[in-house]
């Protein structure tokens, strides 16, 4: 629901729901579920970029359901009860992005690719990516723009995303049933 919030904002790219153990996206969000009985809703949300910059570090987010949703099949179609504990989500993250410039947003995208470089092909991306001193990930050196190690890497993270997209469509599936 939470991805279907952001979505709608028009304020991302691609948002997708991924396994836990996708580790290789711009910014991944993790929450917790506190409390959810019909009534009720509660959440920590958790929010930190490739780089390893926290965007959200446990924000609460709670939510008393819009009785309305309930009257029908259509309205609950229409509208989640607990919209606006999604919204107030989105706009933390939000606020969060517009935090950073968009010469940081771009690095945030190029340590990702690195990152995902790295751990494909260690020895050929060795030292793209280093810590600086606040423990912050940074683009320490590009690899050439004809690299073909780093091509086939591309090619290979393409894939990656589809099959991504793919999980995504299934989550969907799943939260609609």
């Known amino acids: 629901k939470l991805r279907a919030t952001l979505e709608a904002t028009s304020q991302w790219g691609a948002v997708r729901v991924i396994p836990e153990t996708v580790q290789f996206m711009d910014v991944i969000v993790t929450g917790r579920i506190v409390q959810s009985n019909g009534m009720n809703l509660e959440l920590v949300i958790d929010a930190r970029d ?27 179609k229409m509208r989640d009860p607990f919209e606006n504990a999604y919204a107030d989500i989105a706009n933390a993250l939000l606020a969060a992005r517009n935090r950073l410039s968009a010469g940081e947003r771009r690095e945030i995208r190029r340590v990702t690719d690195l ?50 997209d793919t999980l995504d469509v299934y989550y969907g599936s799943f939260y609609e049933k």
């Open 50 to 76: 490739s780089q390893g910059r926290v965007w959200i570090d446990g924000l609460k987010s709670e939510a008393v359901a819009d009785l309305g949703s309930y009257k029908t099949d259509a309205a609950l």
């Open 115 to 164: 990152r995902f470089a790295a751990d494909l092909a260690p020895e050929k991306a060795k030292g793209y990516v280093a810590k600086d001193e606040t423990g912050i990930l940074r683009v320490a050196r590009l690899p050439a723009d004809n690299d073909p190690v780093m091509t086939r890497v591309g090619q290979v993270r393409e894939r990656d995303l589809n099959l991504v």
